[in-house]
């Protein structure tokens, strides 16, 4: 999953980024509303976690104009203004949750997880497909109990396939949201993550739909046991 975290304050924007990463996720950054504004524009990303207070360009004037140009992923409003009013502007001008400063960082990954899950459909914080199952908060998945040991990449690949279980993904799909904007991105190298999650999840969980990219799937003896 890719975040962008648009914050002028550079040791909250260090502390944010050290936290998303860890966290499992791809995180862009920008200091300022324009900078924010033209990479929520141009980029593919999952959430935004903005604040209002920006040099350059506001918060909510960049959320409007996101809206306006169709852009639908999840926004966070982060910010040190309490007043209801300016909440009531951020939800109104198209924000999914609002997190005022000083926050717990916990706190702010949970709603992010939450916001998500939402996006794409769920509402548990677990997600599973038959025996797979991927815990978003500890960013750790584990197949009939077992646990798996997967590199980041590895992580944000089946993350992304499991929020879009059943859905064909294509591969610069996953390019596009399982690297920062920094990272030096080949496509080929996503062939080599899903072959490294075959062999640690079962080769039938992830089918391959030529020409068009990868499907996360229920394997039919797990399918036909979950329906019995």
Do not use: C
């Not at 739909?209 to 394997?219: A, F, I, N």
């Amino acid at each position: 999953m890719r975040i962008l975290v648009v914050e002028d304050d550079a040791d909250l924007r260090r502390q944010l980024a050290d936290a998303l990463t860890q966290a499992g996720y791809a995180v862009d950054l920008a200091a300022d509303g324009e900078d924010g504004h033209f990479l929520g524009d141009t980029e593919p990303y999952d959430a935004v976690i903005l604040d209002l207070g920006l040099p350059k360009m506001d918060g909510v004037t960049i959320l409007e104009r996101w809206r306006d140009d169709g852009k639908d992923f999840p926004v966070m409003i982060l910010t040190a203004r309490d007043r209801w009013s300016e909440k009531v502007a951020g939800f109104d001008a198209g924000a999914d949750d609002y997190l005022t400063k000083p926050f717990y960082t916990e706190e702010l990954l949970a709603r992010l997880r939450a916001l998500l899950r939402r996006a794409a459909g769920h509402s548990a914080a677990a997600l599973e497909a038959g025996g797979l199952r991927v815990d978003t908060r500890a960013a750790r998945a584990t197949v009939n109990g077992r646990p798996v040991k997967l590199t980041a990449h590895e992580y944000r690949v089946l993350s992304y396939l499991i929020h879009h279980q059943g859905r064909v993904v294509p591969r610069t799909e996953l390019v596009e949201h399982i690297y920062d904007q920094d990272f030096d991105r080949d496509s080929n190298t996503i062939e080599v993550f899903i072959g490294r999650l075959r062999k640690k999840i079962g080769q039938d969980r992830i089918q391959t739909e030529r020409g068009l990219g990868y499907r996360l799937v229920v394997p039919e003896g797990e399918a036909a046991g979950l329906a019995g």
